[in-house]
């Protein structure tokens, strides 16, 4: 079957996906928080971003190649964290670390991951990142920093903007809670995805095990839909949290969910070694700008890498991001709809659609490498001249 003829773009595999996903499971993963306004200004702010078409440049041969943290990658992108993974398609972490060490790009797995990072590291060989949500007590820390490292994570993520549950009503709508359990409800949902019921049969319901493992006394009852056994363990982080991370950490130390300048500027003194722009694509405050338009204010406070996500939908949105000051773009949701729409061949087609878009539209823009990309930015004109 030539997947490119029936799944040519995301819209195709998210249709599909959410067709094989249960309603609940769906909801979970396509959900923003509030009216998702501020989903919607991501998508509005890759929109504005215009290239110049180029002609009389004979042929381009674009190269995808970069370098991010002193580690060579093919191509500009890699798989963002998502929480839960294993319930949006069975076996979802390890599906999608195999992939990241095939094509030799980085996969971040969460804390809230439903597999350990010892289970995952021998899939993901030398690509693992671990992104950590900040627990309260040191030697819970201590302890998931050690089995990070000793799984083989050689890059630390630690995600700075979750606070707080947000409310995310269309997943409370949906009927998902934590832990989750097949309510009556629910279970009608999975009888008609039954390649979905069998996989997670197979492997029983997914839970977030690292935390399990840590939080089982903590817990008391069910949690609220949208928070889960993490938040019983972890603090608000400050920047005494993140100097110490810094000691702690022997490896990449990359943090996650900066909208604001100062706060890059501030942990390039502390030894961060990236920044992550990121409002958690919409999912956690409904009130922000779209990430993109505050990207060039993060990259003139700051000469770290910038590392961005939120709203990416395609290959020539990663080109968009990397024009405006972007070193690298993760995605998370992407990832999923291919696996839910294509199971085990979800993720490498998803990643020959990005690399063919990203190709065809460099050779438009006469763009040969990445470091092209910015000259050939349309810039809003200011001054007298833009007056109408």
């Known amino acids: 079957m030539d997947l490119h003829a029936r799944y040519p773009a ?10 094989r996903i249960p309603h609940f499971v769906w909801e979970y993963l396509d959900s923003a928080t509030g009216a998702e306004a501020t989903a919607r200004r991501n998508r509005a702010a890759l929109d504005t971003v215009l290239m110049r078409p180029a002609a009389l440049r004979g042929e381009i041969v674009p190269d995808l190649a970069t370098i991010l943290l002193g580690r060579n990658y093919p191509v500009p992108f890699g798989i963002a964290p998502v929480g839960m993974s294993g319930l949006i398609w069975p076996e979802a972490e390890v599906l999608l670390a195999r992939h990241a060490a095939a094509a030799g790009i980085p996969y971040c797995l969460s804390t809230v991951a439903t597999v350990v990072p010892e289970r995952i ?102 949690l609220p839909s949208t928070a889960h056994v993490g938040y019983l363990l972890r603090a608000a982080p400050d920047w005494d949290y993140v100097a110490t991370l810094r000691d702690l950490w022997d490896g990449a130390f990359i943090l996650k969910g900066v909208m604001e300048p100062e706060v890059a500027g501030r942990a390039e003194s502390l030894g961060v070694d990236a920044i992550w722009v990121s409002n958690h694509a919409g999912r956690q405050f409904d009130g922000a700008p779209g990430a993109l338009a505050i990207l060039p204010e993060i990259r003139t406070a700051t000469s770290l890498p910038l590392i961005f996500d939120s709203g990416v939908e395609g290959g020539l949105d990663v080109l968009r991001a990397l024009a405006m000051g972007a070193d ?44 092209d ?16």
């Not at 997670?200 to 008391?220: E, H, K, Q, T, V």
């Not at 990309?373 to 109408?388: C, K, M, N, V, W």
């Open 121 to 222: 590291g021998p899939d993901v060989g030398d690509q693992g990142w671990f992104q950590m949500y900040p627990p309260k007590a040191p030697e819970i820390r201590d302890d998931m920093l050690a089995r990070a490292k000793a799984a083989g994570f050689h890059t630390l993520v630690l995600t700075v903007d979750v606070p707080a549950a947000s409310r995310r009503e269309r997943q409370i709508r949906g009927g998902l809670v934590q832990p989750p359990r097949l309510t009556p409800r629910l279970l009608a949902q999975v009888a008609r995805c039954p390649a979905w019921a069998a996989g997670i049969s197979a492997g029983g319901m997914p839970r977030m095990r690292l935390m399990d493992s840590y939080a089982a006394d903590l817990a008391r009852g069910p």
């Open 373 to 388: 990309l910015s000259a050939r930015l349309i810039r809003p004109r200011t001054g007298p001249a833009s007056d109408p």
């Open 10 to 19: 995301l819209q195709d595999l998210k249709a599909r996906a959410r067709r």
């Open 328 to 371: 690298f773009v993760m995605m998370g949701r992407a990832w999923h709809y291919a696996l839910g729409a294509l199971g085990r061949d979800g993720p490498a087609h998803w990643h020959d659609i990005l690399v063919k878009d990203m190709v065809a539209n460099m050779g438009q823009i006469g763009a040969r490498n990445l470091s």
